[in-house]
T-cell receptor
């Protein structure tokens, strides 16, 4: 099915370990985003890529890095995981930077626990 | 800055009841407005949208009207089903600048048989 694919779906890390969350979309969208979702906090933007070759910080970028590998793929890396990064991570894409026209398509999420 | 305020949940209803979830916003210019739905264990899905004042978005029996005079975009459904149980997010997308959407915190809906 067309859409946004995230891997892995679940992950448990020890404090200090590193990992990369993968995201790929097959809708030829230009813009991609990483959010985290925490209880009572709603969605918070970590990083986004308005177009291939560009990345920008969102609301909560500390402790994360991103790579826009190509138009389809946008990865999120935790270099040294901390318990505060326990969350559900969502990748999203949009046709263009102006999300007002079409909105977002979200992936199904990665549930990360840092112990 | 932009902001979206949703009513706190959970909202608990019996099947076939009328649903209203309130959403108000603060934004400059003329943002687009959205409702997203998140079913348990899944990502958010776009439910409906409206791009200008007085527009009505509708999908799957849900409706919301863009009211610029009251800066509101309330979600309604005439008769809810158990399968509507989910978390509903109101969001706005700015009409300029960074274009990054602002989401509300979500309202949980629980529908009992």
């Amino acid at each position: 099915n067309a859409g946004v694919t995230q891997t892995p779906k679940f992950q448990v890390l020890k404090t200090g370990q590193s990992m990369t969350l993968q995201c790929a979309q097959d809708m030829n969208h230009n813009s991609m985003y990483w959010y985290r979702q925490d209880p009572g906090m709603g969605l918070r933007l970590i990083y986004y890529s308005a177009s291939e070759g560009t990345t920008d910080k969102g609301e909560v970028p500390n402790g994360y890095n991103v790579s826009r590998l190509n138009k389809r793929e946008f990865s999120l890396r935790l270099e040294s995981a901390a318990p505060s990064q326990t969350s559900v991570y969502f990748c999203a894409s949009s046709r263009g930077e102006n999300t007002g026209d079409y909105g977002y398509t979200f992936g199904s999420g990665t549930r990360l626990t840092v112990v | 800055g932009n902001s979206v305020t949703q009513m706190e949940g959970p909202v608990t209803l019996s099947e076939e009841a009328f649903l209203t979830i309130n959403c108000t916003y603060t934004a400059t210019g003329y943002p687009s407005l959205f409702w997203y739905v998140q079913y348990p264990g899944e990502g958010l899905q776009l439910l409906l949208k409206a791009t200008k004042a007085d527009d009505k978005g509708s999908n799957k029996g849900f409706e919301a009207t863009y009211r610029k005079e009251t800066t509101s975009f309330h979600l309604e459904k005439g008769s809810v089903q158990v399968s509507d149980s989910a978390v509903y997010f109101c969001a706005l997308a700015p009409s300029g600048g960074s274009y990054i959407p602002t989401f509300g915190r979500g309202t949980s809906l629980i529908v009992h048989p």
